[in-house]
């Protein structure tokens, strides 16, 4: 019975997608070919690594990008099978924090923590208030919304070019965007904040029953340390998202099921956090927001909470963002900017293409560099060794200081395998993780597009419209509709900045590394030749 329940949960949990963008899929790799306004299934909402698992029509199966995809709004009742769970439930005190006072996050649980709770038959996700899914009820009915607003939806772009957003907005809340070059659009400059995250420390709450990992974080503005966990950071994130409707908010470093605390797994965590947190005090705009202050520097928990609160009501958050966007340069017209957007969709899912390609041939060459290079010179170093000790067993006399020879191009050969073994851990892995960033900032940029894209239709549905049209209306609805293209551009400019200065930063150090390994190569060979005399 509870297999059967499970299964129709399963079955019903599936529901339907449109596709935004094109995908062009390798079978090879288990991904699914879509074209854009298709309709397909999807069967696991949750791949991993931002990947949905999608069924088409014709029974084709595999992955797709969960940015190139918006779910269709489907309302359906689950029923949920009755628990056999019959030991003992551990039942955490409502409003009690690891402190002892109250949780400001009790509500916002997620598997980062390690919590002994009773296990549940039903299908939930990680994180209801996101996904869409109402409250668990005392019923055994338990209604559950596939609600999913696309990105344009969530933006508040609509309620923003039909004029529906009245707030009012102060001097310092406004954000600038300027025309150096008077052609290319972008935000206007802002110090950049440098963030060090050191010490994690594994801590309890719960008397024991519930563990999480603490960073300390010291930003460059104060040169103060807070202590923050990663549900805090999601939290952050999540924040931004809201705040920055049409900006690329990379996304948070993966989460763990399970070695969460291991030593290895606990220094990988601090080290792309704090890249997540330095990419973010470069942006001329997010990093001198209110959110981002409020969690780089709060120490104070009551003040704390009252910033988490202020935050989650922005006003200038969502729709409200665009009211705050003023330039000091001419916006585009509607043509004008669908053309740029559109030339910066194909870019990015071209460059999307080509990383994906430099990390599977960085990783090859690890895999030959560790693997079968490393064993072959290792193998001639036997051989030479051996050589040499055949030779020793000669007569001596003038093959005295070949044999040497041959023992110490033994010894070269080793040393020059172990090179090799070690090298990946300088070159390729720290070039595949710069590049994985990258991969995980150009998922998001899909969100960004169709906000734009959302807008740019709202807009041709407006002027094309029946019936009579306020001049001045449309004329404002153009208008607005300009302060999202130009946000949208700025952004695009903004990341074109960072990709070009952090890929030239990163090829000059890989290249740089790769000439510091074939030196040592070079040195170790040319010691080796050294050691036989010119004429034997």
């Known amino acids: 019975l509870q297999h059967y329940f499970i299964q129709s949960n399963l079955r019903l949990m599936s529901s339907k997608a449109r596709v935004l963008y094109e995908f062009d899929g390798h079978s090879e790799n288990n991904e699914l070919k879509v074209f854009e306004d ?7 909402e949750d791949a ?5 698992e999608a069924i088409k029509d014709t029974g084709e199966q595999g992955l797709v990008p969960a940015s190139y995809i918006e779910f269709i709004d489907v309302e359906y009742e689950v029923m949920e099978p009755p628990t056999q769970y019959t030991g003992q439930e551990t039942i955490e005190q409502p409003g009690v924090g690891g402190g002892g006072g109250a949780d400001e996050w009790s509500d916002y ?7 002994h709770n009773r296990p549940s038959m039903s299908v939930d996700n990680e994180d209801d208030s996101r996904a869409g899914y109402g409250a668990r009820s005392n019923s055994t009915m338990m209604k559950k919304s596939m609600n999913r607003f696309t990105p344009y939806v969530k933006s508040g772009a609509e309620d923003f070019i039909l004029g529906k957003e009245k707030e009012l907005i102060a001097e310092n809340e406004l954000i600038t965007i300027i025309s150096p070059n008077n052609i290319d659009l972008t935000w206007l400059p802002n ?3 440098t963030v060090e995250i050191t010490e994690p420390i594994k801590k309890q709450k719960f008397k024991g029953m519930k563990s999480f990992m603490s960073y300390h974080i010291t930003p460059s503005t104060t040169n103060l340390t807070v202590e923050r966990r990663y ?5 952050f994130h999540d924040r931004l998202e809201e705040k920055f ?4 908010i990379p996304p948070l470093p993966e989460k763990a099921v399970v070695g969460k605390y291991q030593q290895d797994f606990v220094e990988q965590r601090r080290e792309k956090l704090q890249l997540w947190l330095n990419r973010i005090g470069r942006h001329p705009i997010i990093s001198h927001s209110n959110v981002t202050t409020h969690f780089l520097t709060c120490k104070d928990e009551k003040e704390w909470k009252e910033g988490k609160r202020k935050a989650e009501q922005d006003r200038t958050a969502r729709s409200g963002f665009f009211l705050t966007v003023k330039s000091e340069a001419h916006l585009p ?6 053309s740029y957007v559109g030339s910066f969709s194909t870019f990015s899912k071209k460059m999307e293409g080509a990383l994906e390609k430099l990390v599977r041939q960085n990783d090859d060459y690890a895999a030959k560099m560790t693997g079968g290079i490393k064993h072959m010179y290792s193998k001639y170093g036997q051989i030479f060794k051996e050589m040499g000790e055949v030779f020793d067993t000669g007569p001596l006399g003038e093959s005295k200081p070949v044999t040497a020879a041959l023992l110490s191009t033994g010894r070269c050969y080793q040393e020059i395998s172990e090179v090799y073994e070690n090298q990946p851990r300088f070159d390729a892995h720290v070039l595949s993780e710069a590049v994985r960033e990258y991969q995980g900032i150009l998922s998001s940029v899909p969100d960004m597009l169709h906000v734009h894209k959302g807008a740019s239709q709202k807009v041709k549905d407006y002027t094309r419209g029946d019936g009579d049209k306020d001049a001045d209306e449309e004329e404002n609805v153009l208008q607005r509709y300009s302060t999202i293209s130009g946000a949208v551009m700025a952004e695009i400019n903004h990341f074109h900045i960072e990709r070009n200065a952090d890929f030239n930063a990163m090829m000059r150090d890989y290249i740089h590394t790769q000439i510091e390994f074939h030196k040592n190569i070079c040195q170790k060979l040319e010691h080796a030749l050294s050691q036989f005399p010119e004429q034997a």
């Open 245 to 248: 409707p049409c900006f690329i």
């Open 109 to 115: 649980d997620s598997d980062e923590d390690t919590k």
């Open 38 to 44: 298709e309709l397909i299934t999807i069967v696991c």
């Open 231 to 235: 549900k805090q950071f999601d939290w």
């Open 191 to 193: 110090s950049l904040i």
């Open 48 to 52: 991993g690594e931002g990947w949905v």
């Open 333 to 338: 017209d509607t043509l004008s900017s669908e």
